[in-house]
């Protein structure tokens, strides 16, 4: 399983930007796909997660009201939408895959795609 992510870059604050994430293999439609994010010195942490089919949802307190996770199981991608955004949003976002539960990592990480937000 291999997932690629990409749509990082340089904003500034109030700004917006889209992630996506393409995984191979077969494990993408009936999987958990998720966003971590992570900054030097701290530890990973959840962004959104979203269920198999996208019926369920689960957000980090830092972004609820700010960002949608979305998935499309036809591309085999997954999407984070990101508006609002603030100085604090920067981080290296994670794709994550391989878990059955939302609230769980799963196995699987990609590379990770750096977002900076300029004050």
């Known amino acids: 399983v291999q997932l690629q992510a990409s749509g990082g870059g340089l904003v500034q604050a109030g700004g917006s930007l889209r992630l996506s994430c393409v995984t191979s293999g077969t494990i993408f439609s009936i999987t958990v796909m998720a966003w971590y994010r992570q900054t030097a010195g701290k530890q990973r942490e959840l962004v959104a997660s979203?269920?198999?089919?996208?019926?369920?949802?689960n957000y980090g307190d830092s972004v609820k009201g700010r960002f949608t996770i979305s998935r499309d199981n036809a591309k085999n991608t997954v999407y984070l939408e990101m508006k609002d955004l603030k100085p604090d949003d920067t981080a290296v976002y994670y794709c994550?895959?391989?878990?059955?539960?939302?609230?769980?990592?799963?196995?699987?990480w990609g590379q990770g795609t750096q977002v900076t937000v300029s004050s």
């Open positions: 979203i269920s198999s089919r996208g019926s369920s949802t």
């Open positions: 994550n895959a391989g878990s059955r539960s939302i609230y769980a990592a799963g196995a699987y």
